[in-house]
């Protein structure tokens, strides 16, 4: 019998955006990229899916940050991880036309960013955000 490497990632997609298809297949696997290349085993992920106007308030309730934003990161636990990755839609939308790319491919951008958060990584920095992004890179191929 082998053992599936996957049995303690627990990965829920949430879609409170309630309009359009989403991608929840490509999403939960660029999760397991992340986690699996970051070398977590064991995982409990919320990836929630909404709108700016709900992004917006949280990001001003809990960063005070007057302005949406396109993914928030709440760590809940770390070992084992637990976190919930809120993802604006709205922003994901206009992200995907300004670079060119499918909203699917935006959701699965925002979503390793969230998950590399999550995993300890910041992007605060031009180097850590640089670092970021060649990660995300990486793990939407």
Same mark, same amino acid.
């Given at each position: $019998?082998?053992?599936?490497?996957?049995?303690? =990632?627990? /990965?829920?997609?949430?879609?409170?955006?309630?309009? @359009?298809? #989403?991608?929840?297949?490509? +999403?939960?696997?660029?999760?397991?990229?992340? +986690?699996?290349?970051? @070398?977590? &085993?064991?995982?409990? =992920?919320?990836?929630?899916?909404?709108?700016?106007?709900? #992004?917006?308030? $949280?990001?001003? *309730?809990?960063? *005070?940050? %007057?302005?949406?934003?396109?993914?928030?990161?709440?760590?809940?636990?770390? %070992?084992?991880?637990?976190?919930? =990755?809120? /993802?604006?839609?709205?922003?994901? &939308?206009? *992200? !995907?036309?300004?670079?060119?790319?499918?909203?699917?491919?935006? &959701?699965?951008? +925002?979503? !390793?960013?969230?998950?590399?958060? !999550?995993? @300890?990584? %910041?992007? !605060?920095?031009?180097?850590?955000?640089?670092? $970021?992004? &060649?990660?995300?890179?990486?793990?939407?191929?």
């Amino acid at each position: $019998m082998t053992s599936n490497t996957n049995e303690h =990632i627990h /990965i829920d997609i949430v879609n409170e955006y309630g309009k @359009g298809r #989403i991608p929840k297949t490509k +999403l939960q696997s660029t999760i397991r990229k992340v +986690l699996n290349g970051e @070398g977590v &085993l064991e995982a409990q =992920i919320a990836v929630i899916l909404v709108d700016n106007e709900r #992004i917006h308030e $949280m990001n001003r *309730q809990f960063l *005070q940050h %007057d302005y949406p934003t396109d993914v928030i990161t709440f760590p809940i636990e770390t %070992d084992p991880l637990e976190c919930e =990755i809120y /993802i604006s839609v709205d922003t994901a &939308l206009e *992200q !995907a036309k300004e670079y060119g790319v499918t909203v699917t491919n935006e &959701l699965m951008r +925002l979503t !390793a960013h969230g998950t590399l958060h !999550a995993v @300890g990584y %910041d992007d !605060a920095t031009e180097e850590q955000r640089n670092t $970021m992004s &060649l990660l995300e890179s990486r793990y939407i191929q």
